[in-house]
Every structure is written in structure tokens, then in C-alpha cells.
């Protein structure tokens, strides 16, 4: 498993499902209980990446946790992405028109389908 990111309330790795034979990403949600808002934060994730099924919006395949009694902590399991728009952004290269112009199209068709299910992206 390598790890590919980490933010405040998760790490995401990525990891292999042996049941459908392909890479995954895992994110590892910790210390879920000692923030409300984080809670609220993932909550709303939880929610929408179940319900939302858009080839542009990551989805989630599998949601568990560790098998203890009571734990704080939650495992998503999403599809692999190559990369992230946050790092694409921070990357010290030259894009062509025509990536700038698939990348700006893909961004808005997932938009697009944001709001015509209700949901506004800030």
C-alpha cells in the first residue's frame, strides 16, 4: 500500500481489491468522534459518494470498519484516480490547449450533474 495523501481527519492510500482483481484507493478515516464538524464532514461524504453515480464524480465501492467492538475509525474504498486536480494544478508543467479544454470539460460535466441533482459545490 502507498500512501497518497493526507489531509486533517484522513490518509488515503492506495490498495489492491483481491475480489475485483483491480487497485483501489482506501481512505482512513481517524478520530472521527472528537470533532463535530470533521463528523458532519464526513457524514456529508458518506452520504453523497453513496448515492451519486456519475462517471466524473468518484464513487465509492465499499465502506467498512476494523472489527473491534467500537472503534473511531471508518474505511472508504473509491475507485483509483491517477491523479487529482489539487496536484495537476500544483505541478510545474506546460499544458496544451487541448488539456486545458478536456480538463475545464470534465469539471463542468461533473458540476453539471451536481446541480441537476440539487447539490452546490463551494
Do not use: W
Not at 29 to 45: A, N, Q
Request: proline residues 2%.
Amino acid at each position: 500500500r502507498e500512501l497518497i495523501s493526507r489531509g486533517h481527519y484522513c490518509s488515503v492510500c492506495e490498495a489492491h481489491d483481491q475480489t475485483a482483481k483491480e487497485p483501489v484507493m482506501v481512505k482512513k478515516v481517524g478520530r472521527m468522534f472528537e470533532d463535530l464538524s470533521d463528523s458532519r464532514s464526513v457524514l456529508r461524504e458518506l452520504v453523497l459518494m453513496s448515492e451519486l453515480r456519475h462517471p466524473r464524480i468518484l464513487g465509492m465501492k465499499d465502506l467498512f470498519a476494523p472489527a473491534e467492538d467500537f472503534t473511531d475509525e471508518l474505511y472508504i474504498v473509491t475507485e483509483l484516480c491517477d491523479s487529482d486536480f489539487k496536484k495537476l494544478c500544483r505541478m510545474d508543467m506546460h499544458l496544451r490547449v487541448l488539456h486545458i479544454q478536456t480538463l475545464l470539460y470534465n469539471v463542468l460535466m461533473g458540476l453539471k450533474y451536481l446541480h441537476s441533482v440539487g447539490i452546490v459545490h463551494c
